[in-house]
């Protein structure tokens, strides 16, 4: 359940084209998803779905064809392209699959960069830093090169960068897809942990095994949300390959009707 009842995200009716040759082909078809403050929504669905274009929509870089995409009821293409870019600096932090690091930077100097691009004072920065690193468990890596660390404590030192700026949603592109199952499931904890305190996660990923960190789901296929579920039990685990969970239905993700098959 999300922490109080305003919406943060609203996407009505999108949709998105790409010209191919002399005529167009629809990628994403009438989506519709809103997202509250301190809920955890998890996107996801077979590759090729829309996952990505969605995405990059929702986040000011790619124009859709038509739709709204609201933030804290702001039409975001109403906006002009250096406002979006300035809403999303200061509002939205984004953490992708493979973490990008400034090589000549050890792991707190990369996480201080963001506000030294703002002109934040020293002594706030580097306050900050260490706050973000010891949230998320970092804090005895501080003074380590980012590339020499594990692809977990790589995502871990990521998140700590993403919340410097305070954002009021963190955006997971596949924040997983590099990681092993303990590392994973450390990362998505620590989203919760972040959820637990109000702030709000939108994560799109191809691994059915983390839908049950989710406070909402949102299932794609074809470019189309065929399904938004809220778990009744948030306390349930979600399992694959058993006789009355996931079982046989787990490779037939584009079945729309998957997330009810699961009886969560």
């Known amino acids: 359940m999300a922490i109080n009842g305003n919406k943060l995200l609203e996407i009505r009716d999108m949709r998105k084209s790409f ?13 519709n998803i809103t997202v509250d403050k301190g809920e955890f929504g998890i996107i996801f669905g077979p590759s090729g779905c829309g996952k990505s274009t969605l995405l990059h929509c929702l986040l000011g870089l790619e124009n859709p064809t038509s739709g709204k995409v609201l933030m804290e009821g702001q039409d975001v293409y109403a906006m002009t392209e250096d406002q979006r870019s300035i809403y999303r600096r200061h509002k939205v932090s984004i953490i992708y699959q493979q973490p990008l690091w400034i090589s000549a930077l050890n792991v707190i100097e990369n996480v201080m960069f963001p506000l ?14 260490h706050e973000v690193l010891t949230h998320v468990g970092m804090e005895k890596w501080a003074a380590y090169v980012p590339t020499t660390l594990s692809s977990g404590q790589q995502q871990k ?5 993403a919340l410097m700026l305070d954002p009021l949603m963190i955006v997971a592109d596949e924040p997983t ?4 199952t303990v590392s994973g499931q ?12 109000g702030k709000t996660v939108v994560m799109v990923t191809h691994d059915l ?3 049950r960190y989710g406070t909402k789901i949102f299932h794609m296929v074809d470019g189309e949300v065929v399904e938004t579920y809220e778990p009744k039990n948030a306390n349930k685990t979600i399992t694959f390959g058993k006789k009355g969970g996931a079982g046989e239905d787990t490779a037939n993700v584009r079945d729309p009707k998957f997330l009810e098959k699961l009886h969560l």
Do not use: C, W
């Open 209 to 211: 095994e983390y839908l």
């Open 116 to 129: 030294h691009l703002l002109d934040y004072p020293e002594e706030e920065i580097e306050k900050k830093a």
């Open 157 to 161: 030192i990521s998140l700590a960068r």
């Open 19 to 31: 010209s191919i040759g002399d005529g167009a082909v629809e990628i994403l078809k009438g989506i």
């Open 186 to 197: 450390e990362l998505l904890q620590t989203f919760m942990g972040l959820v637990k305190l």
């Open 177 to 180: 897809g590099n990681l092993d």
